[in-house]
């Protein structure tokens, strides 16, 4: 259980392009996703907060304009690199918090998908 | 500024031995802690959560915590090749996780 999915796992586009990155919980439902940024040799870099069905909340520094967040559905959450340049590229990450996780483990946890590889040329 | 702290790493530990792992966190309040697995390349894994004080056992794994120390710690027990990742330890803060550098972990066989 508590399995996230991404979409595309690694992608390749041009500087000036958008693209756009698909986060799903598989066999839970997220009210909260999550995305990150992770930078080779370093940690996590939290960007923004997802909730359904409202706006995302945006980590200090990061541009809301320029990473567009849409969480449509419980188990949905879309982040959009619009004009993407080379200083984006990076391993976007999402995670979701497991509300069910509470009746398990006493605490929600959160699961991380696979990650998106993305290189801007 | 809430912070969380690991000890530097790299870890060496030979096949078959414990490895300790540590972290410490800045802010009181945190009420629930992780630890994730990194391989190179790849997303992080949860392992542990833990969210009272004293310890956690899960197979090999035991995470301690000690929330008057602001201190939480993970064993990996009969450590194998396979456990050569990162550990990042996780605090929640306001149901946002905040994340320490990572210990490198490499066990030798």
């Known amino acids: 259980g508590a399995v996230v999915s991404q979409h595309p796992s690694w992608v390749i586009c041009k500087s000036g392009t958008s693209v756009k990155i698909e986060c799903r919980s598989l066999d839970f439902q997220a009210t909260t996703m999550f995305w990150y940024r992770q930078f080779p040799k370093q940690s996590l870099m939290l960007m923004a907060t997802s909730n359904e069905g409202s706006k995302a909340t945006y980590e200090q520094g990061v541009e809301k304009d320029k990473f567009l967040i849409n969480h449509a559905s419980l188990t949905l959450s879309t982040l959009t690199v619009t004009s993407a340049h080379p200083e984006d590229s990076s391993f976007y990450i999402c995670?979701?918090?497991?509300?069910?996780?509470?009746?398990?483990?006493?605490?929600?946890?959160?699961?991380f998908g696979p990650g998106t590889r993305l290189t801007v040329t | 500024q809430k912070e969380v702290e690991q000890n530097s790493g790299p870890l060496s530990v030979p096949e078959g031995a414990i490895a300790s792992l540590n972290c410490t966190y800045s802010?009181?309040?945190?009420?629930?802690f992780f630890w994730y697995r990194q391989y190179s390349g790849k997303s992080p894994e949860l392992i542990m959560s833990?969210?009272?004080?004293g310890d956690k056992e899960d197979g090999r794994f035991t995470a301690q915590l000690n929330k008057a120390s602001q201190y939480v710690s993970l064993l990996i027990r009969d450590s194998q090749p396979s456990d050569s990742a990162t550990y990042l330890c996780?605090?929640?803060?306001?149901?946002?996780?905040?994340f320490g550098a990572g210990t490198t972990v490499t066990v030798r066989a």
């Open positions: 995670s979701a918090r497991n509300m069910a996780s509470l009746g398990t483990s006493g605490i929600y946890e959160q699961y």
């Open positions: 802010d009181r309040v945190s009420q629930s």
């Open positions: 996780a605090v929640d803060w306001d149901y946002k996780l905040s």
């Open positions: 833990i969210y009272s004080n």
